[in-house]
């Protein structure tokens, strides 16, 4: 007699995050008596992920669903095996494959959507840092232009009422003066009052230019003082240094050669000052005592500091050497001759060794 078979269908429940759901795994066939009595069939399932096994054969249990909750991404395989009414198992084996995708965050398209975002972002905070600096340093560059350019019109107006005010007057009072000695040491004062006038506002600059009036200031400092100052000018300097950049050019020499007498203890020093491919290059040096008594090496003093912003402004970069070209102390100096402004290099700590 043939026997009649009728199908149970087995579902499979799954759970990935916070959604659900449901797959219909396949049809069991069991014959008509068996469809009578439900609690005499036990099923047992399977699972694999990418080919290993995820859960082995579970209990032989009545239920025709399995519920698995949070199931990681993969490729899945499903297996049902189920026992007749005396407990045996049937031979067939049905079985579902399904594939659970990854979440979006775990995607390669979201990788790049974040490390683009993330790109703009560093981006845009670069460049709102960057526009920061920028403003910052335009500030502080015009605050010093500022303060130069006060410092500059006292010191004029000083050496104006130093030569138009004592100046004069000592002149009247050498003209009535008949006494020999004292009509000598008149013109000392007045030569004095000239020299201190004439460091104060450096007026020679813009009749003379910037190289004779180095060599102006190269000569009277060798005549007051101990140090024997050997001095290379170019005249080309004249052609690219004028006005308020030739007086940053002549402060920046004049300071130099004042630490050269307040502290290097030396006998010898030498002054060039020149353009070479592109750039005005200055370089003083002395056989003194070195870094180690030159306040440019340690901690700077007003004068220095001061110095180093006139660099600053004319974009230009200054090294210190520590065994110069005369054994001692040796600055030089990198300005653009084009007066392009450029960060400068180096910092007060900047020394090397010659």
């Known amino acids: 007699m043939k026997k009649n078979y009728s ?4 579902c499979l429940f799954v759970s990935i995050g916070i959604y659900s759901q449901v ?7 069991f014959d008509e008596g068996e469809l009578y009595l ?6 047992s399932y399977k699972l694999t992920r990418n080919g290993e096994t995820y859960q082995d054969w579970s209990e032989p249990s009545h239920k025709v669903s399995a519920h698995f909750p949070l199931l990681p991404s993969g490729n899945y395989t499903f297996m ?13 084996c049905i079985s579902y494959t399904f594939t659970i995708p990854p979440p979006f965050w775990k995607t390669g398209w979201f990788f790049i959507l974040l490390f683009a975002l993330s790109g703009g972002v560093a981006l845009v905070i670069y460049r709102t840092r960057t526009r920061h600096v920028k403003y910052i340093n335009s500030l502080q560059n015009d605050f010093f232009r500022q303060l130069t350019e006060t410092r500059e019109e006292e010191r004029k107006r000083i050496a104006r009422e130093l030569h138009d005010g004592i100046g004069q007057s000592l002149v009247l009072l050498k003209a009535r003066q008949e006494e020999e000695r004292f009509s000598s040491q008149i013109q000392l004062l007045i030569d004095d009052i000239k020299r201190i006038s004439g460091n104060l506002h450096p007026v020679y600059i813009t009749s ?21 100052f050997k001095s290379t000018i170019s005249r080309e300097v ?3 240094f004028k006005k308020e950049k030739a007086l940053h050019i002549y402060r920046i020499v004049q300071e130099s050669l004042n630490n050269i007498i307040k502290h290097s203890d030396a006998d010898e020093a030498l002054i060039s000052v020149g353009i070479k491919s592109g750039f005005l290059k200055i370089k003083v040096a002395d056989n003194g005592k070195g870094t180690a008594c030159n306040p440019a090496a340690g901690k700077p003093s007003m004068g220095l500091k001061t110095m180093k912003e006139r660099i600053v402004l004319l974009g230009g970069e200054y090294k210190i050497v520590e065994k110069g070209e005369l054994g001692g102390f040796e600055i030089s100096f990198k300005i653009p001759i084009s007066g392009q402004c450029k960060k400068n290099k180096q910092n007060d700590k900047n020394i090397i060794s010659g």
Request: glycine share 10%.
């Open 80 to 92: 049902v095996k189920a026992t007749n009414r005396h407990g045996e198992w049937r031979d067939r």
């Open 38 to 43: 439900p609690g005499s069939i036990g099923y």
């Open 238 to 240: 004249d052609e690219y």
């Open 208 to 228: 003379m230019g910037l190289s004779m009036s180095l060599e102006y200031l190269i000569r009277n400092i060798d005549e007051v003082s101990s140090v024997y």
């Open 7 to 10: 199908n149970i269908m087995f």
């Open 23 to 29: 797959y219909p795994c396949g049809l069991y066939p």
